[in-house]
């Protein structure tokens, strides 16, 4: 019984991992010519100004305190638009806070 489960796993090994490896990876590998080197994306900041110019900087110098500014920035400004349009929807008469049941 333990020798039929061993060649049953020993046959999904095969089917998973060395066919794929066979079939793909292996070709590539020998078409590759050298290793490629990492992408650095960069903003551009020409022709920028004011915060625009501010952010693009601050992307290309740190990503994490890009990254946490984003994350600070994007539900205050959702919050602030928001409320603008329950004001808006308000002033022309729409009711949503109270639901008809």
């Not at 992307?59 to 205050?76: E, G, K, W």
Request: glycine residues 6%; aromatic residues 14%.
């Amino acid at each position: 019984m333990y020798t039929t489960h061993m060649k049953k796993l020993g046959l999904v090994v095969v089917r998973v991992i060395v066919l794929p490896y066979l079939l793909f990876w292996f070709p590539v590998s020998l078409f590759a010519a050298e290793k490629a080197q990492p992408l650095n994306f960069i903003a551009n900041t020409k022709g920028l100004s004011g915060i625009e110019l501010w952010y693009a900087n601050l992307y290309n110098s740190n990503r994490f305190y890009c990254a946490l500014v984003t994350i600070i920035v994007i539900p205050v400004v959702g919050f602030i638009l928001g409320t603008i349009a329950d004001f808006l929807i308000s002033k022309i008469g729409l009711d949503l806070k109270s639901r008809a049941k």
